[in-house]
């Protein structure tokens, strides 16, 4: 929320090069918008609002929902890959929770922006071990979809850590409610997908939007947008407005 995911680090340490973020993209076009604007109004726009914004309208593209973000955020000046904190794929319900009630939000945004997973990759390497080792025993996690298995085992080899996975399959491209289709499927990519099963808010909301074909879903997805824009932000004189977003000035 700060910008500090765009910075980059001569000994890859910062954050977009913990493991989460590897399969992060459009960093071009984050720093082509930045570049834009400097031309226009040199330090008056901050990396982390150019962010902000991209991830709106990229969504608006794909015939998702708009929302509004309000401006003035300033950019961080350090990134670390150690400090990344980031909800794991491999959490379970009460972790999850734990953690967005730490940032303000609540359960039902916990399930909203996970619908966010019905576009984007991830990779082999996050999902081999709940595939082919869950518990030690050669086994796959049983609370996956058996066909669902199967399917990633012949995209995803033991030991194939850089394959890319669809985390919504079918729909990766278009920004629906297609993803908890899925997820009641028990075809979940992550741990963080399948556990929404395990909680009854969590449950309900999945079920309400399987059986209304997502009626809610983007004017729920905009709200929670909107308030995960204020999270952890920086204002005022904190920080800095970057004036290239990969290096600090």
Known sequence: CDGSILLKSPNKDAERDAIPNLSVRGYEVVDAAKSALEKKCPGLVSCADVLALVARDAVLVINGPWWPVPLGRRDGRISRKSEVNLPSPFAGIAALKKNFFDKGLNTKDLVVLSGAHTIGISNCGLINSRIYNFTGKGDFD????????RALKKRCKPTDFRTSVEMDPGSVKKFDSHYFNIVAQKKGLFTSDS????????????????????????????????KLGFVEILTGNKGEIRRRCAFVN
Do not use: R, W
């Not at 049983?142 to 298995?149: E, F, K, Q, T």
């Not at 909680?199 to 997502?214: F, L, N, R, W």
């Open 195 to 226: 556990t929404l099963l395990n909680d009854p808010e969590t449950k309900k909301y999945i079920d309400t939007q399987v059986s209304t074909a997502g009626s809610s879903f983007n004017k729920d997805f905009s709200e929670s947008m909107f």
């Open 142 to 149: 049983p609370s996956m979809n058996p066909s669902y298995v």
